[in-house]
Every structure is written in C-alpha cells, then in structure tokens.
C-alpha cells in the first residue's frame, strides 16, 4: 500500500536551516507530482511546494510566503522528495505533510505522511 514517511523536522532558531525528507513506497512514484503542506496550530493546511514528475520539467512551484527561502526536490532513484528551508522564521512553526496526489477514495488530496513538526523559535 501506499506510505510516505516524512523526517527531518526539529527544533531550529531564527534563520536556521532544516531538510524534512519523505520516503515513499507502494506506487510508482517517478509518475506522480509530489507535494509539501503545511498546518500551524489554529490554521487551515496550506501547499507550500510541489514538484512535477521529471517527464513534465521537474517544475517546481512556491507559495508565496516561503519563494526564495525553501526548495522542494527530488530523487526518483531513492523514492525520496526533500524540502529543504533556509532563513527560517517563527512564521513556518508548523507541522508539514508530505502528499501524493494519488485518488484515494475517501480522502482529500490523496495519500498523506504522518507529519513532521517545525518548530522555529529562540
């Protein structure tokens, strides 16, 4: 079945750096789309990044807040997408999701990681 296991969250000051990493297994991930959100306490799930299969350009896409600041990638050898963040601000305290586009019957969005928790603060 499909899983996707993300890691790589912590605790990190102001301007820190952090890599969430997301292992994912049970479909042929070189064909789908690949996704970060994120949801900070009291607040809806929002897209912070998403990444094309490599056939369609490898595109990447940003959400406003973190343009310039995070970089999503991916390496279809080990099944793996990142989300690497730099300049970080207590503003990206959040848990972040990594997502599968995949239909799923009875879910919104497709398949969805556990989550990792983003902390930034001093």
């Known amino acids: 079945q499909v899983q996707l296991v993300e890691s790589g969250g912590g605790l990190v000051q102001p301007g820190g750096s952090l890599r969430l990493s997301c292992a994912a297994s049970?479909?042929?991930?070189s064909s789908w789309t690949m996704r970060w959100f994120r949801q900070a306490p009291g607040k809806q799930r929002e897209?912070?990044?998403?990444?094309?299969?490599?056939?369609?350009?490898?595109?990447?896409n940003y959400a406003d807040s973190v343009k310039g600041r995070f970089t999503i990638s991916r390496d279809n050898a080990k099944n793996t997408v990142y989300l690497q963040m730099n300049s970080l601000k207590p503003e990206d305290t959040a848990v972040y999701y990594c997502?599968?586009?995949?239909?799923?019957?009875?879910?919104?969005?497709?398949?969805w990681g556990q989550g990792t928790q983003v902390t930034v603060s001093s």
């Open positions: 997502n599968a586009p995949i239909p799923k019957v009875g879910t919104i969005g497709g398949y």
């Open positions: 049970g479909f042929t991930f």
């Open positions: 897209l912070v990044a998403s990444i094309t299969t490599v056939t369609s350009g490898g595109r990447t």
